[in-house]
T-cell receptor
């Protein structure tokens, strides 16, 4: 089975500073998507950013950007100018494709705390 | 507005009782998923369905059952065989290989 690993259970960042959350995955595919989701205290899952593996350019959405290293199977999320509202659980996700269909597998999550 | 609706938001189950969690989507998505989330943990896949009248077990299907009689609906039944059902349950849908859209979740508690 494919796996998604987030090695940092918790991270802390000072408001207005930058933080990077790590994610590694295992796949034998060459073309795929990767996703970062945010889960605030409301527990609603919110898509933060997506990366298409065939694209060389790292995805960016306002203060959120990724560092996608395809050969290393690494997909980290960088949050710039951190805000109090960024405090949440963050999940990396990879769509697995098998004979039964296409699943979406999540890492264990990183809890991000933002200090004022 | 298009989206995914889960109901109820809170559900209480007595020991030995079956309960059903509802998930409805009007996004015209083919694939639907059920995840379980325990406190401070990630999402674990229970069941998923790619098309109507077909579904597959995920990593933790024991004690759960689903049906997919309509494209829009994917209810999850938590049976009495599930020994530790207290958790937060999330339903999601997606089309193709793009991102999944999630409902707001159901918190199930055994009383």
């Amino acid at each position: 089975a494919q796996t998604v690993t987030q090695s940092q259970p918790e991270m802390s960042v000072q408001e207005a500073e930058t933080v990077t959350l790590s994610c590694t995955y295992d796949t034998s595919e060459s073309d795929y998507y990767l996703f970062w989701y945010k889960q605030p205290p409301s527990r609603q899952m919110i898509l933060v950013i997506r990366q298409e593996a065939y694209k060389q350019q790292n995805a960016t959405e306002n203060r959120f950007s990724v560092n996608f290293q395809k050969a290393a199977k690494s997909f980290s999320l960088k949050i710039s100018d951190s805000q109090l509202g960024d405090a949440a659980m963050y999940f990396c996700a990879y769509p697995e494709d098998n004979n039964a269909g296409n699943m979406l597998t999540f890492g264990g999550g990183t809890r991000l705390m933002v200090k004022p | 507005d298009g989206g995914i609706t889960q109901s109820p938001k809170y559900l209480f189950r007595k020991e030995g009782q079956n309960v059903t969690l509802s998930c409805e989507q009007n996004l015209n998505h083919d694939a639907m998923y059920w995840y379980r989330q325990d406190p401070g943990q990630g999402l674990r896949l229970i069941y998923y369905s790619q098309i109507v009248n077909d579904f597959q077990k995920g990593d933790i299907a024991e004690g759960y059952s689903v049906s997919r009689e309509k494209k829009e609906s994917f209810p999850l039944t938590v049976t009495s065989a599930q020994k530790n059902p207290t958790a937060f349950y999330l339903c999601a849908s997606r089309i193709g290989v793009t991102e999944a859209f999630f409902g707001q979740g159901t918190r199930l508690t055994v009383v």
